[in-house]
């Protein structure tokens, strides 16, 4: 049973455009979402998260929406660059009992 | 990175043979996790740690143990390691889960033949 879901495997954008990448969740628990980027051989990295009792959070060129009686967010990211090719995972938490991760999104951003 | 250092890289083994993965930190955080990521399903959590000698397991603990007799050093021992355990294992420590503030290592890849 799929907690966190991201239902889009690939997701390819033109340089410069909006990157949105988007994520479900059934768990009602979840008290934080975050977004992690990973390129191959490495560790995810921490991008930005969300308090459930928030509804948009931004950090620059990224931006996180929370829309809690859809149990969905969205990851934003304008405008994308090269750098930004990677794969994206979301995930949640309740308290400090560790992060749930969807499957992961491969975002690939074409010059 | 951070101050979290997984070892070894790189590990290959037979069938049947106990393995144990290190993660050792120099943050001082309190709470630990150890990951695994395979093809198809993310990274999901095998156990964690909320202190010394406090440990709690994870949604893939079968197979696995954990130690941590040191705030610094987090063990991750396959009693038994079976080719289902082939696998790119994560360690992440944190100082306010939930928050965001997890920070991952650079991972280990193991594989059992």
């Known amino acids: 049973d799929q907690q966190v879901k991201q239902n889009s495997p690939s997701l390819s954008v033109q340089e410069g455009r909006i990157s949105i990448l988007n994520c479900d969740y059934t768990n009602s628990m979840f008290d934080y979402f975050l977004w992690y980027k990973k390129y191959p051989a490495e560790g995810p990295t921490f991008l930005i998260s969300i308090s459930s009792i928030k509804d948009k959070n931004e950090d620059g060129r990224f931006t996180v929406f929370l829309n809690k009686s859809a149990k969905h967010l969205s990851l934003h990211i304008v405008p994308s660059q090269p750098g930004d090719s990677a794969v994206y995972f979301c995930a949640a938490s309740v308290s400090a009992d560790g992060l749930t991760f969807g499957k992961g999104t491969h975002l690939i951003i074409q010059p | 990175d951070a101050g979290i250092t997984q070892s070894p890289r790189h590990k290959v083994t037979e069938t049947g043979t106990p393995v144990t993965l290190r993660c050792h930190q120099t943050e001082n955080h309190r709470y630990m996790y150890w990951y695994r990521q395979d093809p198809g399903h993310g990274l999901r959590l095998i156990h964690y740690?909320?202190?010394?000698?406090?440990?709690d397991k994870g949604e893939v603990s079968d197979g696995y143990s954990v130690s941590r007799s040191k705030t610094e050093d987090f063990l991750l021992t396959l009693e038994s390691a079976t080719s289902s355990q082939t696998s790119v294992y994560f360690c992440?420590?944190?100082?306010?889960?939930?928050?965001?503030?997890?920070?991952f290592g650079s991972g280990t890849r193991l594989t059992v033949v």
């Open positions: 992440a420590i944190s100082e306010r889960p939930g928050t965001g503030g997890y920070t």
């Open positions: 740690s909320y202190g010394v000698k406090d440990t």
